[in-house]
């Protein structure tokens, strides 16, 4: 049975950093690509960036390329965003899943990222 637990979000001043973890279960889930998504209030869950099984390769969005890197240790199944430079924008609560993920997939709860201007 897969879990996700996300953690490390919190109340950050614009141009700070916060560094997200997300613990996984499933043997399965080491062998995924992994990312991290985030979701605000009444819009749709968007992507943030990705990180391949082994974590040779990585890709983010644009809107955070620079600023956001993604991480994993798989010895600890636990995938990883170090976020820089935050914005206002950056205010989300953020997930982290496969990619790419099924429409039934299970989500963890999330945590929340509030940057203040």
């Known amino acids: 049975q897969v879990q996700l637990v996300e953690s490390g979000g919190g109340l950050v001043q614009a141009g700070g950093s916060l560094r997200l973890s997300c613990g996984f279960s499933?043997?399965?889930?080491?062998?995924?690509?992994m990312g991290w998504y985030r979701q605000t209030r009444g819009t749709t869950r968007e992507f943030v960036a990705r990180?391949?099984?082994?974590?040779?390769?990585?890709s983010y969005a644009d809107s955070v390329k620079g600023r956001f890197t993604i991480s994993r240790d798989n010895a600890k199944n636990t995938v990883y965003l170090q976020m820089n430079s935050l914005k206002p924008e950056d205010t989300a609560v953020y997930y982290c899943?496969?990619?790419?993920?099924?429409?039934?997939?299970?989500w963890g709860q999330g945590t929340q990222v509030t940057v203040s201007s």
């Open positions: 899943n496969t990619v790419p993920y099924s429409s039934n997939t299970y």
């Open positions: 499933g043997s399965t889930l080491r062998f995924n690509a």
């Open positions: 990180i391949s099984p082994n974590g040779g390769v990585t």
